[in-house]
């Protein structure tokens, strides 16, 4: 391959990220629309539930052709077991404060996912002497911040519970990103979140049929149940193997950077739906935000140690 050729970026890499981008920021507006009428234990397992069977005929197809290894079952315990922490943290964020608001402490993720990935990944080193990695950081870290400083009220608007909770959904996602990107990386995104979704879903019924009451899904009108079903399909199961994919075609630090675009996108969808407001400065940090998760996309064009993708890479 040539250098011009690497230095080239990833198109489908770039519109994996972008299409998670959009399916991860519509997750919180379902959840939050849905505590009115469910629990968040109860949640987890109806949304897990819808995730895992769109996937499951693809994965017995696959098993009967003899293309899922048994080890993929070995490797996706480390991913599950983070994945299981992170999604009760992040569903039950969403009972405590709004979406937007929410969705701007979840970006915490980022400095975590930097530090692990620079520590485990030597593909990723090379960003370290990229200026354009650190002015992606710097300012989606400055767009980040002004955007939540700037919010007025924002906190009395976000009780401590909420904001633990979210500050710890971050950390286990970022450890979950990572391994996924250990188990995962020589394996089909389909399969690959398939094993993680059966591992999990156990345990979301496990903690519902304990702690909430999932029967309720029973009586609920059909918009609810769409959006448990819609939630479940596009939030989860596309938008997870749409960033595993992205993972192995332009790394892990990148995408995490693309993803600082959600909290703008879904206070965007926010302002209509459940009337939070954005005032100018929080514009202005939004514009930031943006211009930082483009110098990541940039920043691919210097990471020629990454744009070797394995031969069954599939989207």
Not at 141 to 152: D, E, F, N, Q, Y
Not at 212 to 234: E, K
Request: hydrophobic letters at 55%; a positive charge.
């Amino acid at each position: 391959m040539s250098s011009d050729r690497k230095r080239q970026i990833d198109s489908l890499g770039t519109a994996a990220v972008l299409a998670a981008l959009l399916c991860w920021s519509l997750g919180p507006l379902f959840i939050r629309y849905l505590t009115g009428y469910l629990d968040a234990w109860s949640q987890n397992l109806w949304r897990y539930i819808f995730a895992v069977v769109f996937w499951l005929p693809f994965l017995f197809l696959e098993i009967r052709r003899g293309r899922v290894p048994p080890i993929v079952f070995k490797r996706a315990i480390l991913p599950a077991l983070s994945n299981i922490v992170m999604q009760v943290f992040w569903a039950w964020t969403f009972y405590f404060v709004e979406p937007g608001f929410a969705s701007l402490l979840s970006k915490s993720s980022l400095i975590w996912i930097a530090i692990f990935s620079l520590i485990y990944f030597p593909d990723e080193r090379p960003l370290v002497t990229s200026w354009r990695f650190w002015l992606a950081i710097l300012s989606s870290v400055a767009g980040l911040l002004m955007v939540i400083v700037t919010k007025h009220g924002f906190t009395a608007g976000a009780n401590l519970t909420g904001i633990v909770l979210m500050l710890s959904s971050a950390f286990a996602w970022a450890i979950y990103i990572v391994c996924v990107r250990v188990s995962f990386k020589d394996i089909d995104s389909r399969i690959g979140f398939s094993a993680v979704s059966l591992y999990t879903v156990v345990a979301l019924a496990v903690m519902a049929f304990l702690f909430g009451r999932p029967g309720r899904a029973l009586t609920l009108p059909p918009w609810p149940w769409a959006c448990v079903i819609i939630s479940g399909i596009v939030s989860i199961s596309l938008a997870h193997t749409l960033y595993y994919s992205s993972m192995k075609r332009i790394g892990v630090t990148i995408p995490a950077l693309v993803l600082q675009l959600q909290p703008f996108v879904v206070l965007a969808f926010s302002m209509a739906i459940f009337t939070e407001r954005l005032n100018f400065w929080q514009w202005i940090g939004g514009i930031i935000l943006v211009t930082g998760s483009a110098l990541s996309i940039w920043a691919q064009q210097h990471l020629g140690a990454i744009k070797h993708v394995p031969e069954n890479t599939r989207l």
